[in-house]
């Protein structure tokens, strides 16, 4: 019996060991990387990378201010333009049609787009936008993002509407309030946080895309402020000057990998307290 | 649960209407109503709208895609799908094969799931079951901030980093300690590489990861507490409640998490193009380099014309067609164990 | 907060933004944007850059590879694309496509040999072309030993290292292999992608650079722009005359001076394996394509007169970087044909 009981425990404990293991792999990946580019990268950072424009080879000074503001002037047409766009998709999911055989369709669909590698929705865009309209742009860039947000807002506008109870409604419903005005001012309020949460987690995920972008925005060396032309951007420029043999460039590479990573895990961050906190109430 | 309101919001109208007094006060009310009516209209019209447009996106892309792979689906049929050779440049007409991307992209995408599905799971045991509770949040949102890093940073990590590292000192070590035994020999050939399909499976896993964790939290968490009480009562160790209790339990929504992280791996894009070395050739050891599908477009695409290119958007369809698979095959398992979940 | 208003100022925010921007930058559209080739981006970005500090005018050129530069110029996307691989002159009238060469570049074969130092080694093209086709497999092989008596050759396997992105270094690189050895022009020919008998694929020159780097008794080729600036171990040829040479601008001026551009239509001269005592055999221009009725006038006016002014003070610049300008005589031959086939009003 003794026996029995020791290899139990045995067992159980080295389970444990493993489980323990495992979660120091999950914790040390992340920490070496997060170390990699913070010893590549911090060295480069300066005002510089943020007043002065991506330089031409030879150089020894310049900075990434024209991809960043590329970066963030795409990142957030793409998440003014998805995002409206997936809560309203979301809403007829969990609110109109939620046992329609529409909604199971539309939400199979969703979660493949969900998933879709981003190269194609790149090609996907190149061909739908750049080549009729004639030129690459910030505005087919931003476009291209938009198509990887709708699908990543609509799931989480409608998981956080299914979670606000059917009372609610149907207590609002009670009192003459018109369908409309009952999603609007009571579930949409209800699962405010859940769905904020989801826009954040979206514009996390779009801000790094490299690949849809490739063929969209294309990139561009100097300040531009027109959406209508080729349009700089942080991946892309990372993905270019990694490979060159000029110091200047790579030590910008990785600076700007560092500044992207930070920017994307801080908006992750405040996106996931924001959810927690509404749990937690 | 299940009542359903028209969507025009039709009783409370008619009710309203019914009991108006009447007077200068009822025409005041109607025009109320009538605007709360066209209201209610405009916003059924304008989501189911938008979610038609997610049904036409995917059409969209489908087209696009089919449009673009038309000419190499006429020129190679069905025999696409298992010639091995990729001579783009022969004249007049290149020989042009998936197998080896698609034995590739199966391959790197296994690996990384038999490293990915033991160590995700383990995450989350640990974080359901033996994590202090004051911990378990900063550590489960570390794992999952793995998920958050844009994926060209890991391909930059896993070229600079992680590559040199597994060259020089991990396949050296499995390529000796397998030599001149069978088949695992072959696997675990050498000489070791820089760019191989291994190192992309670890990236690859190490991106996975967290998706598993997340589903495999999830759905552990759907266990009745009222079960995993009963068992450690009955004097059962972790290990015991988990291997006899909570994992029958979840089994189905565990593998659709997998196969969520699967779908994951078989698309990965830029991380792998920087580690994988882009080679047709299926050769049996996992220390040499290969190619993924998308790996294969991201590379090659710019560079291509005709029919070539047309190949290389073929294969982004049967990237399409196999992700759409494996998807649809995670929904269904995870949807029969929600379904449990409520019932 | 309203979630109607939300959807609203989220809508109108959007579309505030992206007009605003679009009618801030009126101004600069005289900018040229330009696409293609990834052997010539630095030059063409330094070019470009010094351009912006004189006229104000900006050319934006990005670096998406030769094909995709074609397909752009083709679909009208850019005013101009630039390939390292050229158009023959069929391809050209069907597209009605101006052509020219605007630069030239070398490259070199870099190793990784415990010992040897850069120039040390030398090969010709056969060997590096049976190397290629895997049938030389090792250092100590009696070919790269006839070559190289005076050098200590390890007994170890050689790993070719080989682009895996389509590229136009790799269009060179090849279109040498198959002027030097027939075999490998039959099994594996020229092209920017080609099916690579043996080796690994590394993702573009720092890819190449990098596992060369790293990985003991490999070979591969990059620029020779890149080989300098990363201080690799480059390797002295035998070019057709059978004479040995070190990769110097002197040699790369002798390949390019041989070159008979006057009687190739659309300039379509390919420089490797190029006879003449000091003649690198591994050089190559690199070419800008127009539209010979471009829709967009202003926009090709704009980017001829930059292409106009690299000529004329552009040289310099080049050869800092390791790339070699165009001789003058040619040049001469380029203007004439702008006037007579561009049409710019």
Redesign the interface.
Known sequence: MNALYASRRRRDFSIRVLCYAATALGLIWLALILFSLFSNGVAGLSWDVFTKMTPPPGTTDGGLANAIFGSVAMTSLGVAIGAPLGMLAGVYLAEYGRYEKLSDVVRFINDILLSAPSIIIGLFVYMAVVKPTGGFSGYAGALALAVIVVPVVVRTTEDMLLLVPNTLREAASALGLPRSLVIKRIALRAARAGVITGVLLATARVAGETAPLLFTSLSNQFWSVNMGKAMANLPVTINAFVQSPYETWRQLAWTGALLITLAVLTLNIVARVLGAERTQK | ?????S???GP??DI?MKQAPLGAETAQRASALAS??L??R???W???S??????L??G??IV??FS?AWPAMQAYGLEFLWTS???????PQP?LGALGPIYGTLLTAFIAMAIAT???I??A???TE??PVTLR?P?G??????A???????G??G???LA?FL??HFQPAMISLFEGVPVLGTIFAG?P???SLFNASLVLA?MV??FI?AIARDVFATVPPMLKESAYGLGC????V?KNVVIPYTRVGLIGGVM?GL??AL????AV??V??????INGSVFA?G?TI?AA?????????GV??SAL?LL?LL??VL??FV??AA?LMLRRLERRAGG | MNFNKFFRTALVAGAAFGAGLGVVSQANALDITGAGATFPFPIYSKWADAYKKETGIGLNYQSIGSGAGIKQIQAKTVAFGATDAPLNIDQLKKDGLVQWPQVMGALVAIINVDGVKSGEMVLDGPTVADIYLGKIKTWDDAAIKKLNPKLNLPKAAITVVRRSDGSGTTFVWTNYLSEVSAEWKAKAGSGTAVEWPVGVGARGNEGVAGNVGQTMNSIGYVEYAYAKQSKLTYTALINNAGKTLQPTIATFQAAAANADWAKAPGYRVILTNQPGDQSWPITAGTFILMHANPADKAQANAALKFFAWAFEKGDKMAEDLDYIPMPDSVVKLIKQTWDKEIQTK
């Open positions: 649960m299940k009542s359903r309101l969507p025009e919001g409370v109208t309203a709360f009516k209201g209610d405009t916003f059924y304008l989501t189911r938008a979610a038609m447009g997610v049904l996106l995917l969209g892309i696009t895609l673009g050779r990729w001579a783009p440049q022969l004249e020989i033991p160590v995700g383990g995450v045991i640990f974080l033996l994590c949040r550590i949102m570390a794992i999952e901030l793995l958050g890093i844009p994926s060209i940073i890991y930059m990590w070229f600079f980093v040199p060259t020089n000489p590489s820089y760019l190490i990861l967290p964790t160790t972790t290990w015991e988990m969520l779908g994951r698309g990965e894009t830029m193009t920087f994988i070395g882009n080679s047709f050739r380099p190619t998308s477009i991201a590379s090659e695409f710019a560079e291509s014309d070539h290119q958007i982004g990237l399409f992700t759409f998807l649809a929904r």
